[in-house]
């Protein structure tokens, strides 16, 4: 059973940074597609950045520049920095992951309803998510 635990989300003004981490238990990272999403208020969840199953990183257009994922796979964890924040990043962000699909050694990350740089990308492991508030 794979969990995902989120942390790190909180208030901040606009300019600032913060760095959200997501805790993996019940798979091995290397090799999944993993990814953070976020939903604001009243809007429907979309994409922010994702590790796609050969290690190449994403984003979203919103957030290129601003943002930067990355994993420590010894520690099974996931990270968002965070910086130059806006009030429009405002969101319950949520850490996601998926089994790659293979076939012999080809791998690949599951087309799904989210759209992060040209492709779509979908997830079956969810965390309940970290809130960031920016205040303008």
């Known amino acids: 059973q794979v969990q995902l635990v989120e942390s790190g989300g909180g208030s901040v003004q606009a300019g600032g940074s913060l760095r959200l981490s997501c805790v993996a238990s019940g798979y091995t990272a290397s090799g999944y597609c993993k990814g953070w999403f976020r939903q604001a208020p009243g809007k429907e969840r979309e994409g922010v950045a994702v590790i796609d199953s050969d290690g190449s990183i994403r984003y979203a257009e919103s957030v290129k520049g601003r943002y930067t994922f990355s994993q420590d796979n010894a520690k099974n964890s996931l990270y968002l920095q965070m910086t130059s924040l806006k009030p429009e990043d405002t969101a319950m962000y949520y850490c996601?992951?998926?089994?790659?699909?293979?076939?012999?050694?080809?791998?690949?990350?599951?087309?799904?309803?989210?759209?992060?740089?040209?492709?779509?990308?979908?997830?079956?492991?969810w965390g309940k998510g970290t809130l960031v508030t920016i205040s303008s």
């Open positions: 996601a992951a998926h089994d790659p699909h293979c076939t012999g050694a080809y791998c690949y990350c599951p087309r799904g309803p989210f759209l992060i740089d040209r492709r779509y990308y979908g997830m079956n492991y």
